[in-house]
């Protein structure tokens, strides 16, 4: 695909399709991460004289106008953030004359943010006739929401067909650091995956094997596989049902020459609930009463031995309760280690996928691995090695 450089902006109504489907609260922007990253994007068109047209969802409206989701509100945060003056141009994607006409009247260089884009339900149906819309409203297409990619909607897909269109900075930069975690990275690469549930990532599991060499699994997903193992895990969350599923994972990582890294102890308690009583356990041993919180001390050196081995780490999803204390201990003491080998020069690191960045950023390491993507779906949908249809589009 176009990078930035490639596409002329001088003087231009750039369409920028950016992700600014971010944490409000009280009508107020509570983590700026995304809008942070769009910022060199933007300043690139406004120094050519172009005019930067944001176009982005937030949340699920379901396809209907509702104030709820106004994109307005996140029009303060942009213009902190960029440290310009922002407009914001109101449309029920229906028509787009109003929205045309101001676009036309705004200066050269201004910054505008149009409505949700999934006020209109062609949105999600990625509806040729809304992308014509929408491009009528814009001279070039610019994409700088990675995190949205994997959605095959108007704005993320059909309308970059339509115009000149290139990846945004942020685009690139994500694409750069994705590819040296997984698509051409510096091996031995290790694969932590967290998280509750296994059901939420048998494809990603299934990718991993075959492309990492070992593959860290803790979380309540953990509990799945050792039960498939034959141990017991009390009361612990576990999805007896895909135990077949995890063996025949394991299987299939035997045969790829993948280590299965699974916690060998863990710390137990028999309520769920932050500062309960805990006691640690081996992996055979398990209370029958209790529930596995987190990996403990044994597992977390086992890992962090792994982690010394290898020269690439991906990340996806906490090894343990981490919202409560103190079953955050394993996913703090592995992101830990994991800065501090990426610190030392020793690791390229990749991280990324819903609360993985709250569990580094609750470990105080958001901003010291080599790259931490904001995206969520879009991130586990690329480690599951699926194309990526926004950025599909963009190569067309
Ligand atoms: C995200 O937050 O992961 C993206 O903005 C996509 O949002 P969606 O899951 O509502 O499509």
Redesign the pocket.
Known sequence: FKTLDELDLTGKRVLLRA?L?VPVADGKVTDATRIERLVPTIREIVKKDGKAILLS?F??PKGKVDPEFSLEQVCEAVANETGHPVGFVATDWVDVSAAKKAIDEAPAGAVLVLENTRFHPGEEENDPELAKRMASLGDVYVND?F??A??AHASTEALARLLPAAAGLAMEAELKALESGLGKPKKPVVAIVGGAKVSSKIDLLENLVTKVDGLVIGGGMANTFLFAQGHGVGKSLCEKDLADTARRIMDKADKANCAIILPIDAVVSWHFKANSPTRLYGVDAIDPDGMILDIGPSSIERINGAIDDAHTVVWNGPVGAFEMEPFDAGTVAIAKHVAKRTHDDLLVSVAGGGDTVSALAHAGVKDKLTYVST????FLEWMEGKPLPGVEALKK
């Not at 995206?375 to 879009?378: D, E, I, R, S």
């Open positions: 992700d489907n969802h949340g699920r929401a995190s949205a994997h959605r995206a969520g779906g879009a």
